[in-house]
């Protein structure tokens, strides 16, 4: 399983930290990422950490302003997002991947950009 935290109201401008905590799988092995989906739209690829290197990607939208990271002992994989501004509100969900053929969700955490 994994289960997201850290999502809320904020105000244009400000930060957030998300967390997703693993359990149930040897997290060490997974790719984690981290999706979104605004309402009505579809989900939207944020960002990834590899799992042996910890290489990092970033879509265009977040570059600069985001920061993915992984703490293998914690089984917990965080996103650090500043500057937010233009997300609206979203569900944010992790993701841990193994290969082509194995994925695991959370259930998703809400957040709210007030102007």
């Known amino acids: 399983d994994l289960v997201e935290s850290g999502g809320g109201l904020v105000q244009a401008g400000g930060s957030l930290r998300l967390s997703c905590v693993a359990s149930?799988?040897?997290?060490?092995?997974?790719?984690m990422g981290w999706f979104r989906q605004a309402p009505g739209k579809e989900r939207e690829g944020i960002s990834s950490i590899n799992s042996d290197d910890d290489a990092t990607v970033y879509a265009d939208s977040v570059k600069g302003r985001f920061i993915i990271s992984r703490n293998n002992a914690k089984k917990t994989a965080y996103l650090q997002m500043d500057n937010l501004g233009s997300e609206g509100s979203d569900v944010y969900y992790c993701?841990?991947?193994?290969?082509?053929?194995?994925?695991?969700w959370g259930q998703g955490t809400l957040i709210t950009v007030s102007s």
């Open positions: 993701v841990a991947a193994q290969g082509t053929s194995r994925e695991v």
């Open positions: 149930g799988l040897p997290f060490k092995d997974y790719v």
